[in-house]
């Protein structure tokens, strides 16, 4: 959620307007998870078939198919262990996050850009409260914007960001033409998709498969490596990693919007754009998802495990992270987020440019200022 959040912040207004348009269309099944910080959990949640997930609006969705691709399978193997059958052969692509990841890419790449034949005629949605705030913000900057900034889709103007080249009106979502490509369903899955994986892949845990005389199939990306946090919190190194060290641990249904908004604000602060700007260089950046997950696993591996050795560690005793490792782990996540932040911006801003322009952008006042133009 804090990468979304760093990830909005570095968006056009057009973008976010476009993005929180297709997330709004899911609002009836998924109304906590309709903006793109919140969509951010949706590809954890749905593994969910009951408690300790709390706060589900409708029914658990219990849908595990991609549970187990949330990471890349590099291998990490210390001690030597020898890997058999499918594990001699990873990292595997198909198994992976980056396969999803590219999949998603190039669906959303192959959108068709107009709202025609896109809703649910027998269920229309309403603009979600998010859309609103969007668009008011971007009404505001249309009316303050003096006319030698360009317009709403101009490189010129820093609020709003260039739709794709040929693009004009978007047809009206009365059903006639020939269809185009993209539904609400695939929309849906591959932007929830790629705003999650994105982030998950700056995690190290995300990145590594560990072996050893203990875990000779793996040690499933740290989670079968039992811990004991700095709070008395039992837990499992991977999930220690994903809260940054026992950093975060609040639950993302209790998670106000404005302190969400304020630790975002917070890691920028500390971790501006840059300060990483020599890692946002095209090799880092989508759709160069592999690259990414190498980077985050050859910095990262080494602190993950620093502490554990894996000649040795059994599951019997858990690890207890010690004060400076935890200081680390800490410092070390909040970099990562804020580089995933920056770069999951860029992402949603380049696929920005392949989705449609919501019918709430085509008002009279915009059409008449001339502003919302390819």
Same mark, same amino acid.
């Given at each position: ?36 910080? !919140?969509?951010?959990?949706w ?9 300790? =997930? ?5 029914? #658990?969705d ?15 193997? @210390? ?5 058999? /059958? ?17 999949m998603?890419w ?22 979600s ?9 971007l &009404? ?7 006319? &030698? ?7 010129h103007?820093?609020s709003?960001?260039k739709?794709?080249?040929?693009? !004009? ?10 269809? /185009? ?17 994105? /982030?998950d892949? !700056?995690?190290p ?5 560990? $072996?050893?005389?203990a ?6 990306? /740290?989670s079968?490596?039992?811990v004991?946090?700095?709070?008395g ?10 809260a ?5 641990t ?13 630790e975002a604000?917070s ?7 840059a ?11 989508? @759709?160069? $998802? ?20 894996? !000649?040795?560690?059994? @599951? ?12 680390d ?12 932040? #920056? ?17 709430i952008?085509? &008002?009279?006042? =915009? ?8």
């Amino acid at each position: 959620m804090l990468i979304a959040s760093i990830a909005r912040s570095n968006l056009s207004l057009l973008a976010q307007a476009k993005i929180d348009y297709i997330l709004g269309l899911w609002q009836g099944q998924y109304p906590r998870q309709a903006t793109i910080e !919140h969509a951010a959990v949706w590809l954890d949640s749905i593994n969910a078939k009951g408690p300790p =997930f709390a706060d589900v609006t409708n029914r #658990y969705d219990f849908l595990e198919i991609f549970r187990f691709m949330h990471g890349v399978n590099i291998p990490y193997n @210390p001690a030597g262990v020898q890997l058999e /059958g499918l594990n001699a052969f990873l990292p595997i692509y198909e198994r992976s996050a980056d396969f999803l990841l590219d999949m998603a890419w190039k669906g959303l790449s192959a959108t068709t850009p107009t709202t025609a034949k896109l809703e649910d005629t027998y269920c229309k949605v309403p603009p979600s409260a998010s859309l609103r705030k969007t668009v008011s913000a971007l &009404s505001l900057a249309v009316i303050l914007a003096p006319a &030698s900034a360009g317009t709403v889709n101009s490189s010129h103007s820093p609020s709003v960001e260039k739709a794709s080249e040929g693009v !004009h009106v978007a047809e009206s979502n009365d059903g006639r033409g020939p269809a /185009g490509v993209g539904s609400v369903l695939s929309l849906n899955f591959y932007l929830r998709m790629l705003i999650h994986l994105l /982030g998950d892949i !700056h995690q190290p845990l995300h990145t590594t498969l560990a $072996f050893s005389p203990a875990f000779p199939d793996g040690d499933r990306f /740290g989670s079968k490596i039992p811990v004991i946090g700095p709070k008395g919190r039992a837990t499992n190194l991977h999930s220690f990693w994903d809260a940054a060290g026992d950093l975060y641990t609040k639950r993302a249904v209790d998670i106000r919007d404005e302190e969400l908004l304020e630790e975002a604000e917070s890691i920028m602060r500390e971790f501006p754009k840059a300060s990483v700007v020599s890692r946002l260089t095209p090799e880092y950046l989508a @759709p160069n $998802f592999r690259s990414m997950a190498e980077e985050t696993n050859k910095l990262g591996v080494a602190l993950a495990y620093r502490e554990v050795d894996l !000649h040795t560690f059994t @599951p019997q005793f858990p690890y207890v992270p010690s004060g400076p490792y935890t200081r680390d782990v800490r410092q070390f996540s909040r970099s990562q987020i804020a580089l995933a932040g #920056y770069r999951l911006g860029h992402a949603l801003e380049e696929i920005s440019a392949f989705l449609p322009v919501p019918d709430i952008l085509h &008002s009279t006042s =915009f059409q008449s200022a001339g502003r919302v133009n390819a």
